[in-house]
């Protein structure tokens, strides 16, 4: 993963310095890491990332938060 430009932290995480979701992207890859863990990579594709994000706006997954 050397050819990572930079990662960019979620706006949702305001000022916290460790409490963020960051993502970087590699050709045909996104890769996500949580910052207080930043060892810790997933890589999706970017149409994969967009169907997760519809699906958690649209509450697809509020049930388990209950």
Known sequence: MSDIQHWRKSSYSGDAANNCVELARIPGTVLLRESDEPQTVI?????????????????RFDQLSR
């Open 43 to 59: 890589a999706t594709t970017p149409a994969a990332l967009r169907a997760l994000t519809r699906v958690v706006k649209a509450g």
